[in-house]
């Protein structure tokens, strides 16, 4: 296992997005024209509406997330159209489930730890 994937409907309507904003990085767009590229697409259904059920893990102690922080907790991760975080009781005090509003992807990625990694090694606790 390596740690790293995503179910058939993230990798169908989610990965799409991310593959999108990926390139215009590497071409060298700015932050105002990636998120006005996103939303035409969007707009334009040029990018696919999110399929329910869409989510991916990241269980890998490779995972990278930014120069500062390589790796957080093994996690899953599901995302939901729209802003959903009170919905799903995110966000609250003891609760397992984070909440990440995305508003330039219109989606709510929802992310709830799990103990362990994917090499089997048990991980640290989220502190709240």
Not at 19 to 37: D, F, H, N, P, Y
């Amino acid at each position: 296992m390596n740690g790293i994937g995503a179910n058939p409907a993230s990798a169908r309507t989610f990965a799409p997005i991310y593959l999108m904003k990926t390139r215009l990085v590497l071409a060298g767009k700015s932050k105002a024209e990636i998120v006005q590229a996103t939303a035409s697409a969007l707009n334009k259904k040029e990018l696919p509406a999110l399929e329910p059920g869409a989510m991916c893990y990241m269980m890998s102690k490779q995972q990278y997330l930014s120069d500062q922080d390589t790796s957080w907790h093994p996690h899953l991760m599901f995302f939901v159209p729209g802003d959903a975080a009170k919905s799903w009781g995110a966000n609250l005090p003891g609760t397992p489930v984070l909440a990440a509003d995305d508003p330039e992807e219109r989606v709510t990625i929802m992310m709830v730890s799990v103990g362990t990694w994917s090499d089997g090694t048990m991980a640290q606790p989220m502190s709240h």
